[in-house]
């Protein structure tokens, strides 16, 4: 499945087919001191658990599916409280 999740790089573009907010995969990579690796990862994991959630519409499958899951995951993730940390780091910091 992760396979399908939408690279962070391939997110800075506003061409890239997903909508998330201005400048968030830098954003996001920033927070992991420009570890694109561990920003990857957590991103994917950030999608897949939305992508499990009740936020995705109720019988939606492919890249519909996708689409929603990116957009809410970026949301959450750029818009949030929490934005100044990554919370799946805050996860692994316990």
């Known amino acids: 499945m992760s396979d399908l999740i939408p690279h962070l790089r391939d997110l800075c573009f506003s061409q890239c087919g997903f909508e998330v907010p201005p400048g968030f995969a830098q954003a996001y990579v920033k927070l992991h001191d420009n570890d694109w690796l561990r920003s990857q ?52 910091q316990r």
């Open 41 to 92: 990862d957590h991103w994917e994991q950030t999608v897949l658990r939305v992508l499990k959630s009740r936020s995705v519409e109720p019988r939606t499958e492919g890249s519909r599916a996708m689409r929603q899951a990116v957009a809410i995951g970026s949301g959450f993730l750029h818009h949030s409280p929490l934005r100044e940390r990554c919370p799946l780091c805050r996860i692994e």
